[in-house]
């Protein structure tokens, strides 16, 4: 068990709907990372927080968002549903924000999203 | 920009053979590289990590990964591999700011 939790574990819903994926970080953990895991793009950055504040971005699409709440937590946004967005979508924690001098994210368990 | 390669994207060993997982980076500096394991239904785990010193890093489970700068490589080894080991391994480079860029992964088998 890493610590950190994620919401739903699984998650069907139709195309041009939009959901919310929960992720809490393990306790102590400032950063919270958005992944995304799809057979076609294997596992990609989305985005980082780092104590409510957006701190890095990557492969995240406009129709995604993200935010970090003062009890640490995160959500991560993803509307207009399409298709492509059916992945595992992995949030991950770490204590600090600046370097890979500790390098070690710990991973929550995934939220399984199906598009149809 | 910075980029990982596992080029074996199956691998089967028998249970008690020697494992070796590829693994070629391409980044500017001096990287910071690790390898982690999903079992499936699970998230990812730190298997291990290598930072600097000493090119040959122990990790968890009995494995082990060697440092090649030269090779730009990443390899990692366990000498008896366990039925429990079947699992999919990613390397991945470490950026600024604790981003990691995975590579593709390598799915394990394990014949008993």
């Known amino acids: 068990d890493s610590g950190v939790t994620q919401t739903p574990k699984h998650l069907i819903t139709a195309t041009g709907q939009r959901v919310t994926l929960r992720c809490s970080p393990r306790?102590?953990?400032?950063?919270v990372y958005w992944y995304q895991q799809s057979l076609d793009q294997g596992l990609q950055f989305l985005i980082q927080?780092?104590?409510?504040?957006?701190?890095a971005k990557g492969n995240i699409l406009e129709r995604f968002s993200a935010q970090q709440f003062p009890d640490l937590h995160s959500e991560l946004n993803l509307s207009s549903l399409e298709l492509g967005d059916s992945a595992l979508y992995f949030c991950?924690?770490?204590?600090?924000?600046?370097?890979?001098?500790?390098?070690?994210?710990?991973f929550g368990e995934g939220s399984r999203l199906t598009v149809l | 920009a910075q980029s990982v390669t596992q080029p074996d994207i199956h691998i089967t060993v028998s249970e008690g053979a020697s494992l070796e997982l590829r693994c070629n980076y391409s980044?500017?500096?001096?990287?910071?590289l690790f390898w982690y394991v999903q079992s499936p239904g699970q998230g990812l785990q730190l298997l291990l990590k290598y930072f600097s010193g000493d090119t040959l890093v122990q990790g968890i489970k009995g494995f082990e990964a060697e440092f090649k700068r030269s090779q730009s490589s990443f390899n990692l080894r366990k000498p008896s591999v366990h039925w429990s080991d079947a699992a999919e391994y990613f390397c991945?480079?470490?950026?600024?700011?604790?981003?990691?860029?995975f590579g593709a992964g390598t799915i394990l088998r394990v014949k008993s």
């Open positions: 980044y500017g500096a001096t990287p910071y």
């Open positions: 306790s102590g953990d400032l950063s």
């Open positions: 927080y780092y104590n409510g504040e957006e701190r």
């Open positions: 991945a480079v470490g950026l600024y700011g604790n981003k990691l860029v």
């Open positions: 991950a924690s770490s204590v600090g924000d600046r370097g890979v001098g500790t390098g070690e994210l710990f």
